[in-house]
T-cell receptor, first 116, second 111 residues
Framework: EPEVTQTPSHQVTQMGQEVILRCVPI?????FYWYRQILGQKVEFLVS????????KSEIFDDQFSVERPDGSNFTLKIRSTKLEDSAMYFC??????????????FGPGTRLTVL | RKEVEQDPGPFNVPEGATVAFNCTYS??????FFWYRQDCRKEPKLLMS???SGNEDGRFTAQLNRASQYISLLIRDSKLSDSATYLC????????????FGAGTTVTVRA
């Protein structure tokens, strides 16, 4: 059984549309992260979320991106106006495993975003 | 210097062979290191954590050389199922444990 679920598994959208990607961890942790991976490239950090606030964000995470924890359990990543270059796999991650150290991150299965 | 650099490979080895590859990192203050495995279009999955000089888990051995700032991963008795991309991962220069990834080393084990 996965430790975290992400929905949808695949999202196809038109350029300029808004998308919301969701992540649900099974355990409640303060730290939470979003990463993305463009096809054929390395995994890149987007944003870290600690205690319901953004802790750190990368250059990629511009004003078009936002993160929320709307109901205390789900985490969302919103892209306000998608661009072609936003096409990628988006992974949520966190120290979800009770056996893990804080710095050991486990990744959700990802959402594949395709922007047309 | 990039935060994390890996030999991209690909390493194409026969079943039963031993394969090893390295990763160099720039943050000399790092205390923890990780090897993740990633299959095509899947999420990275934690393979090993390294907190001291090294770690061994079955056929997999990770060694850390702090003086030279590199980590190696060795796979003994390779199986077909070991075919994957192996990601070297190091917590970045910050206090919130965000991870910096290498580009990955591709290993293909052939029958």
């Amino acid at each position: 059984e996965p430790e975290v679920t992400q929905t949808p598994s695949h999202q196809v959208t038109q350029m300029g549309q808004e998308v919301i990607l969701r992540c649900v961890p099974i355990s409640n942790h303060l730290y939470f992260y979003w990463y993305r991976q463009i096809l054929g490239q390395k995994v890149e950090f987007l944003v870290s979320f600690y205690n319901n606030e953004i802790s750190e964000k990368s250059e990629i995470f511009d004003d078009q991106f936002s993160v929320e924890r709307p109901d205390g359990s789900n985490f969302t990543l919103k892209i306000r106006s998608t661009k072609l270059e936003d096409s990628a796999m988006y992974f949520c991650a966190g120290p979800f495993s009770r056996r893990g150290h804080t710095d050991t991150q486990y990744f959700g299965p990802g959402t594949r975003l395709t922007v047309l | 210097r990039k935060e994390v650099e890996q030999d991209p490979g690909p390493f194409n080895v026969p079943e039963g062979a031993t394969v090893a590859f390295n990763c160099t990192y720039s943050n000399s203050a790092s205390q923890s290191f990780f090897w993740y495995r990633q299959d095509c279009r899947k999420e990275p999955k934690l393979l090993m954590s390294v907190y001291s000089s090294g770690n061994e888990d079955g056929r997999f051995t990770a060694q850390l050389n702090r003086a030279s700032q590199y980590i190696s991963l060795l796979i003994r008795d390779s199986k077909l199922s070991d075919s994957a991309t192996y990601l070297c991962v190091v917590p970045s220069r910050s206090n919130d444990y965000k991870l910096s990834f290498g580009a990955g080393t591709t290993v293909t084990v052939r029958a």
